[in-house]
C-alpha cells in the first residue's frame, strides 16, 4: 500500500516517481514504457537515501533506459496512410466535413472520420484511433477466446469457473483463488500457437497457483514446448503496437 510519494525531474533519466510502500521491505526501481522511471521504498527509508540509491544503480538506469526507448520507438504513430488491422477488421481513416471526429466498426472497418481541421497527430486523435482498434480487439476476442479456452479445457480436463476479457495492458492472462479467468483483449495480436500456449497456461494454473515444479510439470505434459513459447512470448510487449 502507497502512503506517499515524490515526483522531480532528474538531469539524466527526466521525471522520477518515488513512492513509499507498506508492502516492501527494500529499494527498488523499475522502469517501463512512456511511464516515469519508479523507485519503490520502505516507509522507513528517506528520499535522499532513495536519490543515492539511484546514484549507486546510475550504470544499470542508462542501460535500461536506452531499451526502453528503443520499445517507444516500437509504438505507432497513426497517420492517413497507415496499414493496419487486426484479424478480422482493417484501419481506414477519412476526412469530413464537420467538427466532431468520430470511429466506428462498420463491415470489418474500423472506420475513423475527422474534420478536414483535425491533427491526426494530436494525442486525442490518435487515443480515438487506438480505442477504435482496441474496440474491434474486444469484439473478436469476445468471440474467439471464451470458445477456445472451453475446448481446450474440455480436452485436458481442466475446469475453470469463468472467464473474464478485459483491456488489461499489464498481463495477457491470470487465474484467481476462485479459478476465474482473466484474459487481455490483447491475446488477439498473437498467433494462435502463442494464444493456445496462455490459455494452456492459466488452465493449468487451476491446480497449481505458482510457478512452481509441479506447475511446469503439468505444462509439460500437455504443452511440451511451454518454456520454449514462454520465451517466445517475450518478444512481444502487451502495451506496445
Not at 481513416?93 to 472506420?111: A, C, F, Q, T
Not at 487515443?127 to 474486444?138: E, V
Not at 472467464?163 to 495492458?169: A, M, S
Not at 484467481?176 to 500456449?197: A, E, G, T, V
Amino acid at each position: 500500500m502507497s502512503i506517499s510519494e515524490k515526483i522531480f525531474e532528474h538531469k539524466d533519466f527526466g521525471k522520477v516517481m518515488m513512492i513509499k510502500s507498506t508492502r516492501t521491505r527494500r529499494i527498488s526501481i523499475s522502469a517501463k514504457p512512456f511511464q516515469p522511471l519508479r523507485v519503490t521504498l520502505p516507509v522507513f527509508e528517506s528520499y535522499s537515501r532513495a536519490e543515492r540509491f539511484l546514484k549507486e544503480k546510475e550504470k544499470w538506469i542508462h542501460k535500461t533506459l536506452e531499451k526502453i526507448r528503443k520499445l517507444e520507438d516500437q509504438y505507432t504513430v497513426f497517420n492517413e496512410d497507415t496499414r493496419f488491422h487486426t484479424r478480422e477488421h482493417e484501419l481506414k481513416v477519412e476526412h469530413m466535413d464537420g467538427d466532431i471526429p468520430r470511429v466506428s466498426l462498420k463491415n470489418k472497418m474500423i472506420l475513423v472520420k475527422l474534420p478536414l481541421t483535425s491533427d491526426i497527430h494530436s494525442p486525442e486523435i490518435q487515443d480515438m484511433i487506438r480505442w477504435g482498434i482496441q474496440a474491434a480487439w474486444r469484439k473478436e476476442a469476445r468471440e474467439y477466446l471464451p470458445a477456445r479456452l472451453s475446448d481446450l479445457s474440455r480436452k485436458h480436463q481442466l475446469p475453470y469457473n469463468r472467464v473474464i476479457i478485459k483491456n488489461n495492458k499489464t498481463r495477457w492472462g491470470s487465474c484467481s483463488q476462485k479459478n476465474n479467468i482473466n484474459l487481455s483483449l490483447h491475446l488477439m495480436r498473437l498467433p494462435d500457437h502463442l494464444i493456445d500456449y496462455i490459455l494452456l497456461h492459466e488452465l493449468v494454473h487451476t491446480l497449481h497457483k505458482n510457478h512452481g515444479r509441479r506447475f511446469w510439470t503439468n505444462m509439460e505434459k500437455i504443452c511440451p514446448n511451454a518454456k520454449s513459447l514462454d520465451r517466445e512470448l517475450r518478444g512481444y510487449r502487451i502495451e506496445i503496437y
